[in-house]
């Protein structure tokens, strides 16, 4: 298995400018997370998908950000307009969600630079 | 909500040595908690998991020791090797009655670095 693919590894942007970020999830697999990571605040979780429904989108900062799961393999991440304070690693994780078994599967992460 | 704290930040040990890594966390309904390896350049790596049913769970070389009476959570790797070298990290989640997971709140890490 390939594990979780992420894509792009580094996107340069902008500000101002759109930027989408891509995830496709380990076969099988009917949870997907995106996480962001950056020093200052750490590992935290920005939304979540059960069986390519939102189930918890709390931690979305802002309306600028917004993600989709049109189908079981693919998921993006959105953030319309960009801004300096949006640079981090976005990473994407998928797990199968059973009982006994709820580990996640973390992707090689998205750095994203705003200028 | 869910708060995970984090006891030192680093942690220098040599190597053949154990080492502990200690994390704290404030919501008593958490029942789901995971340890995260994260070598430099990569995602988080699964390293073992405990259900709050449980309080030790044993893999290769690492134990997890759950203490939900002070909310306590500790990683103990056994004989270190160079390899070990990272930041840890604990999450905590918590399980639903659907039969899945919410999302993982994770403290902020504990780098372990391996003195030869």
């Known amino acids: 298995d390939a594990g979780v693919i992420q894509s792009p590894r580094h996107e340069v942007t902008e500000m101002g400018q759109e930027v989408t970020l891509r995830c496709k999830p380990i076969s099988g697999h009917n949870s997907l997370f995106w996480y962001r990571q950056t020093m200052m605040r750490g590992l935290e979780l920005l939304i979540y998908f059960n069986n390519n429904v939102p189930i918890d989108d709390s931690g979305m900062p802002e309306d600028r950000f917004s993600a989709k799961m049109p189908n079981a393999s693919f998921s993006t991440l959105k953030i319309q307009p960009s801004e300096p304070r949006d640079s981090a690693v976005y990473f994407c994780?998928?797990?199968?969600?059973?009982?006994?078994?709820?580990?996640?599967?973390f992707g090689p992460g998205t750095r994203l630079t705003v200028t | 909500g869910e708060s995970v704290g984090l006891h030192l930040p680093t942690l220098s040990v040599q190597e053949g040595d154990n080492s502990i890594i200690n994390c704290a966390y404030s919501?008593?309904?958490?029942?789901?908690f995971i340890w995260y390896k994260q070598e430099s350049g990569k995602g988080p790596q699964f390293i073992i998991d405990?259900?709050?049913?449980?309080d030790k769970r044993q893999g290769q070389r690492v134990t997890v020791l759950l203490n939900k009476t002070v909310k306590h959570l500790s990683l103990q790797i056994a004989a270190t090797q160079p390899g070990d070298s990272a930041v840890y990290f604990c999450a905590v989640s918590s399980m639903y009655s659907g039969g899945g997971a919410d999302g993982l709140t994770f403290g902020k890490g504990t780098h372990l670095i391996i003195q030869p």
């Open positions: 994780a998928s797990s199968l969600s059973r009982m006994g078994t709820y580990e996640q599967y």
């Open positions: 919501n008593s309904a958490s029942d789901y």
């Open positions: 405990i259900r709050s049913n449980m």
